[in-house]
């Protein structure tokens, strides 16, 4: 491999671990509007949330001069996953997040690589393989383990409940897209899944009586959730452009472990030695069902 190519691949694997930053800080970000008193309610938080990262891509696509249009064929498929696969998935992880700390809820979501190569082979896309189930079993037991020893992190029984039902659905979403998916670049359809979802929540919250604007105090914070999910879609497409989905897909597999260190740093969350251990076996599985995989289509969306 020549100088040239070290650094290529180099810079790629920096945007993934950057991608997985910027995951994190969402994380931290929602966690702190959670916790204000009173907080805005999760759908309308996350409606302005993807409407800011939706103005943000449409933006970088006018600069870069993609298009803006999905491609034909792709429209209502979009539509659909923005709705009732992404759009559901983030409501019911930050309602999970209400519920229990952000390093354990994190965690606790980061089961979906094994439900996605599950899911991928139920729609006829492969059987799992033996390091599939290895995988699962990691997975499962290293979400015991953060449960049984997340007392100090104050995780509820329906917070467990929230963090499970987001990761199954967001797994659901993945699959999905890996099907209806074919023509449409990564921005774009990043950007459409965005809008969709923006409106889509805005339209439930106000159906529910859940609308309102933020407060002051959280205008920053929602901002910033918009603003940070489009550069980690930035940083993603771009990592998997020079490095490939399977490699982008391990390498943002930090996304946990950042989640950890900035709830750490940031709201002064303890991270007992057991709840190490569980996301140890957690990242472990996650990694392990990438690399099981024959091929790892539905990896290279990830989105919190």
Known sequence: MTDAHARHDAIGGVLAGLAALFFGGVIILGKQVSDLADPIPVEAMLSIRFA?????????LAVTRRPLLAEPGERRGLA??????YGVEATFFFLALRHGTAAAVTLLFFVYPVTVAFGAWLVGQG???RLTAIALVCALVGSAIVVATGAGLAIEAIGVVYAFTSA????????????????TNSLTSGMWVSAGASVGLFLWSLA???????????????????????????????????VGALRTAIISALEPLAAS??????????VSGGVA??????LSGAVTASLARRTPPAQEQQIP
């Open 127 to 129: 059987r799992p393989n």
């Open 52 to 60: 800011v990262a939706a103005v943000v891509m449409a933006a970088a």
């Open 80 to 85: 659909l996953l923005a709705v009732f696969g």
């Open 168 to 183: 199954v659905v967001y797994s659901g979403y993945l699959v999905a897209a890996d099907v209806v998916l074919r023509r």
């Open 277 to 282: 251990f569980g996301g140890a076996l957690i």
């Open 208 to 242: 529910i009586g859940h609308w309102r604007t933020p407060s002051p105090a959280e205008w920053g914070p929602i901002v910033g959730m918009g603003f940070a999910t489009a550069g980690a879609f930035v940083c993603l497409m771009e990592a998997i452009r020079r």
């Open 261 to 270: 260190v900035l709830a750490w740093i940031i709201l002064g969350e303890r």
